[in-house]
């Protein structure tokens, strides 16, 4: 949460950079989301050759009311426009540092 860049990079330090002026939320996996409904044990899971970014714009409080309280009112997330922009780039670590990339965010 609250994030303002990630760098997402193999053995080589070759990768995607991806920043927002402001901050997101994100979650990286090996999985799909189908991959992960449709398993019944985590030995079912095979990991994908690829990885999956979510970005979130907000998320949800934790709490359903299925077991314990529904969230707060301030911790809900309702409907409501938005705009989402960000930078998103490949990049040699080898040639440039992430460091540097997000440098360039503030400037």
């Known amino acids: 949460m609250d994030t303002h860049w990630l760098s997402l990079t193999d053995d080589?330090?070759?990768?995607?950079?991806?920043?927002?002026?402001?901050?997101?939320?994100?979650?990286?996996?090996?999985?799909?989301?189908?991959?992960?409904?449709?398993?019944?044990?985590?030995?079912?899971?095979?990991?994908?050759?690829?990885?999956?970014?979510?970005?979130?714009?907000?998320?949800?409080?934790?709490?359903?009311y299925s077991c314990g309280q529904w969230q707060l009112d301030k911790y809900r997330t309702k409907f409501e426009p938005f705009t989402l922009s960000f930078r998103l780039c490949g990049f040699s670590g080898v040639e440039v540092s992430e460091d540097v990339l997000a440098m360039e965010e503030i400037e």
């Open 12 to 64: 080589r330090r070759e990768g995607l950079f991806f920043s927002d002026p402001t901050t997101f939320n994100f979650s990286v996996s090996h999985y799909e989301d189908t991959d992960l409904d449709n398993a019944k044990h985590t030995v079912e899971l095979k990991k994908r050759d690829y990885i999956v970014l979510n970005v979130d714009y907000k998320q949800n409080a934790l709490g359903s």
